[in-house]
């Protein structure tokens, strides 16, 4: 009699599925962390559970996904500091390509040039020649040295030829009260905290850092369109990464799962426009491509603009 040979394996997901957030509660991250584990759970039938992990600018959570199980039980939401911070850590527990799979890019941040009102310029190529002909004059607000706010700008002075004065805040917070008063000039951030500004006119809006237009602004260019820097091209992501060796129907699972949530026209409308995010949704080979390119690009910017490193 022929034997028969039965997979016990339990089918995926068979237990509460957690994703780990590297930043507090409030954030984009932890919105579309808390987007997903609602969602998912109405098509997969378990319990997707939120964790904040908080620390060393998003490194503990990190690390900590990176000696989870590679089971699909443990996912963590990456921003784009997943692949900055190996140019600011001398030493880092992990690998940022190498001991993770990429599971799908889920959301971009679109960035923004913002000028205060006593900056007499209405548009990039005005704001850049303002910048050229007063060097070291112009200053610019960021969430802290490393962030995509220093970088965006640091690329901005790079390929634009100009000196500016980085102003340094602890977070993004404070930013918006220095452009309307004026302690700073400028800033490149999160469009999501700046629509009602520049709607209420306490605050210009000149270029969008990506590489598209948006339709909540349909009067404001891309700064690669409006100034001489073609080419310019800056957004702030967040994606899902699982720990390196997931099974590859397990990463498939994921990405189908939640491509579905983010591409959903009515949670783009609803949920993602609302909070100044854009769904995007890629295959994890696009998604891999995309983290090992941004590795490469923002460590030259790090190194041309001579930013220390964190020993």
Same mark, same amino acid.
């Given at each position: 009699?022929?034997?028969?040979?039965?997979?016990?394996?339990?089918?995926?997901?068979?237990?509460?599925?957690?994703?780990?957030?590297?930043?507090?509660?409030? @954030?984009?991250?932890?919105?579309?962390?808390?987007?997903?584990?609602?969602?998912?759970?109405?098509?997969?039938?378990?319990? *997707?559970?939120?964790?904040? =992990?908080?620390?060393?600018?998003?490194?503990?959570?990190?690390?900590?996904?990176?000696?989870?199980?590679?089971?699909?039980?443990?996912?963590?939401?990456?921003?784009?500091?997943?692949?900055?911070?190996p140019s600011f850590f001398a030493k880092l527990p992990f690998d940022p390509?190498?001991?993770?799979?990429?599971?799908?890019?889920? %959301?971009?941040?679109?960035?923004?040039? #913002?000028?205060?009102?006593?900056?007499?310029?209405?548009?990039?190529?005005?704001?850049?020649?303002?910048?050229?002909?007063?060097?070291?004059?112009?200053?610019?607000?960021?969430?802290?040295?490393?962030?995509?706010?220093?970088?965006?700008?640091?690329?901005?002075?790079?390929?634009?030829?100009?000196?500016?004065?980085?102003?340094?805040?602890?977070?993004?917070?404070?930013?918006?009260?220095?452009?309307?008063? @004026?302690?700073?000039? /400028?800033? *490149?951030?999160?469009?999501? /905290?700046?629509?009602?500004?520049?709607?209420?006119? =306490?605050?210009?809006?000149? @270029?969008?850092?990506?590489?598209?237009?948006?339709?909540?602004?349909?009067? #404001?260019?891309?700064?690669?369109?409006?100034?001489?820097?073609?080419?310019?091209? %800056?957004?702030?992501?967040?994606?899902?990464?699982?720990?390196?060796?997931?099974?590859?129907?397990?990463?498939?699972?994921?990405?189908?799962?939640?491509?579905?949530? #983010?591409? &959903?026209?009515?949670?783009?409308?609803?949920?993602?426009?609302?909070?100044?995010?854009?769904?995007?949704?890629?295959?994890?080979?696009?998604?891999?491509?995309?983290?090992?390119?941004?590795?490469?690009?923002?460590? =030259?910017?790090?190194? &041309?603009?001579?930013?220390?490193?964190?020993?």
């Amino acid at each position: 009699m022929q034997a028969v040979f039965v997979n016990a394996q339990a089918p995926y997901p068979s237990k509460p599925i957690r994703i780990i957030v590297p930043f507090p509660p409030g @954030g984009a991250n932890d919105f579309l962390a808390r987007l997903l584990a609602e969602r998912m759970f109405q098509n997969i039938g378990q319990p *997707i559970i939120v964790e904040n =992990k908080v620390g060393a600018a998003g490194n503990i959570a990190t690390e900590y996904v990176a000696r989870q199980p590679a089971d699909g039980y443990t996912l963590l939401v990456s921003a784009n500091t997943h692949i900055t911070n190996p140019s600011f850590f001398a030493k880092l527990p992990f690998d940022p390509i190498k001991d993770f799979e990429p599971v799908t890019l889920a %959301v971009t941040i679109p960035f923004v040039l #913002v000028v205060s009102p006593t900056i007499p310029a209405n548009n990039v190529r005005e704001f850049i020649a303002l910048a050229r002909a007063k060097p070291g004059t112009i200053t610019f607000g960021t969430a802290g040295i490393g962030t995509p706010h220093h970088l965006a700008a640091e690329l901005l002075k790079s390929m634009a030829t100009i000196d500016m004065v980085h102003v340094p805040y602890k977070g993004g917070g404070p930013i918006i009260p220095a452009l309307i008063t @004026g302690e700073v000039n /400028s800033a *490149i951030a999160a469009i999501n /905290s700046l629509i009602p500004l520049i709607k209420a006119g =306490k605050i210009r809006a000149l @270029g969008l850092a990506g590489p598209d237009r948006l339709t909540i602004l349909p009067d #404001v260019p891309t700064i690669a369109e409006n100034g001489p820097v073609p080419g310019y091209d %800056v957004d702030s992501w967040l994606a899902i990464l699982a720990p390196v060796g997931t099974p590859k129907h397990i990463v498939s699972r994921l990405n189908t799962e939640i491509n579905r949530i #983010v591409r &959903d026209p009515q949670v783009m409308a609803e949920k993602l426009a609302p909070v100044g995010l854009k769904g995007a949704g890629t295959t994890p080979e696009r998604l891999g491509e995309i983290m090992r390119t941004d590795l490469a690009k923002w460590a =030259k910017v790090v190194k &041309d603009a001579n930013i220390p490193r964190n020993e």
